[in-house]
């Protein structure tokens, strides 16, 4: 089992910068992949980005290629996504989330294959 608790969130104008945090406690010492992804109101759930166990990998939704990063530290069990250049459609509530190993694009793109999810943290661009 694997718990993940998100951070960061908040309001912030059109064109400023947000860091979330993920944190996560449990059987953390499995390479879990990790993902962030976001719901905004009235539309399904997507995915923003992911990183592999080793962080050699990252994998990014193209609406935030080039705006956003996505690291993580196993030393101390953290995932962060960092926004830059926030646009009002960046609205939504973002979960980070975990799952077993992959190297695939789909796989990370994918939400059923994480099996822990974050409870979410609001993030509202304003324009």
């Known amino acids: 089992q694997v718990q993940l608790v998100e951070s960061g969130g908040g309001l912030v104008q059109a064109g400023g910068s947000l860091r979330l945090s993920c944190a996560a406690s449990g059987r953390t010492n499995s390479r879990y992949a990790l993902g962030w992804f976001r719901q905004a109101p009235g539309k399904e759930r997507e995915f923003v980005a992911g990183?592999?166990?080793?962080?050699?990998?990252?994998y990014y939704a193209d609406s935030v290629k080039g705006r956003f990063t996505i690291s993580r530290d196993n030393a101390k069990n953290t995932l962060a996504l960092q926004m830059n250049s926030l646009k009002p459609e960046d609205t939504a509530v973002y979960y980070c989330a975990a799952a077993s190993p992959s190297s695939s694009f789909s796989y990370y793109t994918t939400g059923r294959n994480y099996g822990y999810w974050g409870q979410g943290t609001q993030v509202t661009v304003s324009s």
């Open positions: 990183i592999s166990w080793n962080g050699a990998r990252l």
